[in-house]
């Protein structure tokens, strides 16, 4: 009996939870495009350096995706795929740096070692807004058309972090205390959003 | 230091560290066979508005250029764009040379300094490689000239307001330049009037036009039958003021006044080429309705005169409204110009008036990233009341047709 709920146990504790998380705005609408990630209360392994390598590339003159999470020590490669140059920077206080980016140049990828919310810009067009998002977690995802998005993690306690671009502050973040049992999960968000301008482009507007 | 030997500086630091820097180089390439008129050309010192004429038409290099860009440091840029013409005579010359310094700001407002050789940027037609238009091959009657004589040889200053720094749908820049150089402008208004073309002038060039009967009388005998719109005569400064206006990049609205505020009374004997006091105002505006379809327009209105009592002094006016609509690999525009010169001055040995208007049709086809093909049909008709004067018609009615295929790398 004692070896049976040993085995039990460890199962629970190793057991996984495909956890839908629907993000909900002060409006009480399903919200898209928002930034959600897991932090264990009780960290199960040591953090890792994640191996993947992430992309942030620049495509008809706009960032490419438009937001990119990032695990922490994440590198990230920023592939230019217009036939015009661009100049990425970021004054964020988690990361600041300039790239200068020809197509047929490819630049060393750049690490994010600090988490927080990274804005980036184009000095030659100044249209251009991406957003980094470092994450110290594993489990983490942007909610889709239905302000929904599923992670893979673990049964137990956590903290429930969401970014979204129209924070008032950009570089905040809101948190909540979760426990993952069930599948589904519903957060609402604290604040209101600010609608974000968006400026599509084409060819020729450089000019 | 002349603005010669500036620009051939500029020029040379351009060149040199487009090689050893790294350098972000572009080119194109694009022949046509033309159809021309029978009227001679007013680049083989006719009275025809159009580039070519038909001792010169067949198939030829309409473009040839080199537009390159070269990062020397973070901020500074150095810029060039080499253009190769076979017509009128075989020329290769620089079209723009500039360097730009545009640092990298937390500030909200952006700002960038041009220092060299470089056109205002007023229109809206020509958003191109090396200012060329990507809807009609012939530019308005408008960039037609500007392409011709107007260069500013300086320094230019721009302070933008993004809307992205400000979440706001409007964004705005405020432009303001001075210069040195660009005094003959408007000669050609006077003696030859609006014309219809992509000859970009180089900056060592000059530009004939028609044996004009009046130049043979004492008080324009110094004036030569050709223009050197970039040159320094009167050794004063010149400027202009600009702002744009883009609602999201939909709507994009462009206003300039420029002058080069030239001493009409001040005369280059050598090169006989007088400083004309050239001044005007430009609008122009570009509405997207769909992703697809566009609307081009623009307006200039100034006025030009030279010699110590204004002996000639004109008014100028020019429009054009100009669509286009994308369908897959095509572009269709079609643009509608309407110019004119007023003459205000007593000269009557000297009459300058001329108008005239215009439609170009144009097509494209994308064949892939380096090649396009296009066909453009356009016809005009003018008057110029000093033809007669040299034995012409003051009116005359020509058409164009003109197959091109472009090649860029």
């Known amino acids: 009996m004692k070896l049976l709920s040993a085995i039990l146990l460890t199962l629970l504790a190793f057991s996984s939870q495909a956890a839908t998380i629907t993000v909900y705005n ?4 399903v919200q898209p495009n928002v930034v959600v990630w897991l932090q264990a209360k009780t960290p199960i392994s040591v953090p890792r350096k994640p191996e993947e390598m992430f992309t942030m590339g620049q495509k008809d003159r706009q960032f490419t995706p438009h937001i990119l999470v990032v695990e922490q020590n994440g590198q990230v490669d920023f592939p230019n795929a217009d036939s015009i140059m661009h100049h990425v920077y970021s004054f964020s206080k988690s990361k600041s740096f300039e790239l200068k980016l020809y197509r047929e140049q490819p630049q060393a990828p750049i690490t994010f070692e600090q988490t927080g919310v990274v804005e980036l810009g184009c000095n030659i067009h100044d249209w251009m807004l991406g957003y980094i998002v470092v994450v110290d977690s594993p489990y983490y995802g942007i909610t889709d058309e239905q302000g929904q998005v599923t992670l893979d993690v673990p049964v137990g306690e956590y903290t429930l972090n969401s970014w979204h671009e129209g924070f008032a502050d950009i570089s905040s973040i809101e948190s909540k205390a ?30 | 230091m002349t603005i010669k030997h500036i620009l051939n500086t500029v020029s040379i630091i351009a060149v040199v560290t487009t090689f050893n820097v790294s350098a972000h180089v572009k080119g194109l390439l694009q022949v046509s066979a033309i159809n021309a008129d029978s009227q001679t050309s007013w680049q083989e010192r006719g009275v025809g508005l159009y ?29 060039g764009v080499i253009n190769a013409y076979q017509d009128p005579e075989p020329t290769v010359g620089f079209t723009q040379a500039y360097l730009q310094y545009k640092p990298l700001t937390q500030n909200k407002y952006k700002w960038h300094v041009r220092v060299g050789g470089f056109y205002p940027l007023l229109s809206l037609e020509n958003p191109d490689m090396g200012w060329l238009s990507p809807y009609n091959y012939t530019n308005s009657a408008i960039n037609s000239w500007v392409g011709e004589e107007l260069r500013t040889l300086g320094i230019e200053a721009t302070i933008k307001r993004p809307g992205r720094s400000f979440n706001s749908a409007h964004s705005f820049s405020f ?8 005094d003959p402008a408007g000669t050609l208004l006077a003696w030859r009037g609006f014309a219809l073309h992509d000859r970009q002038t180089t900056f060592n060039e000059g530009i004939a036009f028609a044996p004009v009967a009046s130049l043979n009388t004492p008080q324009l005998q110094f004036q030569a039958n050709q223009v050197l719109p970039f040159e320094e005569v009167d050794g004063r400064y010149g400027y202009y003021i600009g702002m744009h206006w883009d ?61 110590a009592k204004r002996g000639v002094d004109n008014r100028f006016y020019s429009h054009f409204i100009l669509l286009s609509h994308k369908l897959a690999l095509h572009r269709l525009s079609i643009r509608y110009d309407y110019f004119e010169v007023t ?14 208007e215009g439609i170009t049709a144009t097509w494209r086809y994308q064949l892939n990233q380096q090649w396009q093909l296009g066909a453009e049909a356009s016809a005009l008709r003018s008057q110029a009341d000093n033809r007669p004067l040299m034995g012409l018609s003051p009116r005359i009615s020509q058409q164009q047709i003109a197959l091109n295929a472009q090649w860029r790398f």
């Not at chain 1, 002060?26 to 609408?29: A, E, I, L, V």
């Not at chain 1, 589904?184 to 000019?207: C, H, M, N, S, T």
């Not at chain 2, 580039?51 to 040839?64: A, H, I, K, N, Y």
């Open chain 1, 26 to 29: 002060q409006g009480q609408k």
């Open chain 1, 178 to 207: 979760v426990s993952i049992v069930s599948e589904a999960l519903r957060y609402q968000l604290k604040q209101p959003l600010i609608p974000r301008v968006a400026i599509g482009v084409d060819e020729f507007d450089d000019y």
């Open chain 2, 51 to 79: 580039r070519f004429d038909s001792d010169t038409e067949g198939v030829l290099l309409s473009q040839g250029l080199l537009d390159f860009r070269t990062d020397l440091t973070s901020a500074w840029s150095a810029h």
């Open chain 2, 175 to 182: 432009v303001g330049a001075t210069f040195k150089g660009n």
């Open chain 2, 247 to 307: 609602y999201l990049k939909q709507s994009q609205f462009r206003f300039y006044y420029y002058d080069n505020n030239g001493d009409p009374a001040a005369i280059n004997y050598s090169t006989g080429q007088y400083a004309w006091d050239t001044r005007f105002s430009s609008a122009a505006w570009l509405y997207k309705f769909t992703r697809k379809t566009r609307l081009i327009t623009q307006m200039m209105s100034g006025s030009t005169a030279m010699g």
């Open chain 2, 343 to 356: 003459d205000k001055d007593d000269w009557a040995f000297d009459p300058n008036a001329s108008h005239g």
